[in-house]
């Protein structure tokens, strides 16, 4: 499946593939693999090497899988988002999300889960599932704002969805 950008005018979600994973395993870093604030996916390579396996022993997810958020404007990666796919039997598919706080208060938690529901609905879901920690109000409002309802919680969690 190939990988494509999905770009709007605040940002762009790229697919995070195994060559990027591969690259930046082999310490070769791009400028735009740092993320603003200073957190990048090279602070984890525990996280890369389990998605260059899994990639290997269940082959490429795209259009599911990890995507980078990047601001459109500079190209700095400000968050990620995953789509934990194919959809299920009930046709849903659930998504994650987080932005660097440099960037908060500024709608991009928004546009990024419009964009995320989006990309969900292009990849065939009837239903677009996000989890959300119970004290996470920001997050809570983002997916409340994009149309998502609270269909459930558990302990200190919500589970939010959103018919495509």
């Known amino acids: 499946m190939s990988h494509v950008d999905t770009t709007t005018t605040l940002l762009?979600?790229?697919?995070?593939?195994?060559?990027?994973?591969?690259?930046?395993?082999?310490?070769?870093?791009?400028?735009?693999?740092?993320?603003?604030?200073?957190?990048?996916?090279?602070?984890?390579?525990?996280?890369?090497?389990?998605?260059?396996?899994?990639?290997?022993?269940?082959?490429?997810?795209?259009?599911?899988?990890?995507?980078?958020?990047?601001?459109?404007?500079?190209?700095?990666?400000?968050?990620?988002?995953?789509?934990?796919?194919p959809p299920d039997d009930a046709g849903a598919v659930e998504f994650a999300f987080g932005l660097v706080p440099a960037v908060r208060g500024q709608g991009l938690a928004l546009h990024t889960v419009l964009e995320a529901v989006e990309l969900a609905r292009r990849a065939g879901a009837t239903t677009a599932r996000a989890d959300c920690e119970l004290a996470n109000l920001p997050a809570r409002r983002a997916l409340e704002n994009a149309g998502l309802a609270e269909v459930s919680r558990s302990g200190d969690s919500l589970t939010y969805e959103i018919r495509l």
């Open 12 to 85: 762009t979600l790229h697919p995070f593939t195994v060559a990027d994973a591969e690259r930046m395993l082999s310490g070769e870093v791009d400028p735009r693999d740092g993320w603003e604030g200073g957190y990048a996916f090279t602070d984890e390579p525990e996280l890369l090497s389990e998605y260059v396996q899994a990639v290997h022993e269940n082959g490429d997810p795209a259009p599911f899988g990890p995507y980078l958020v990047r601001r459109a404007h500079d190209g700095a990666t400000i968050g990620g988002v995953n789509l934990f796919g």
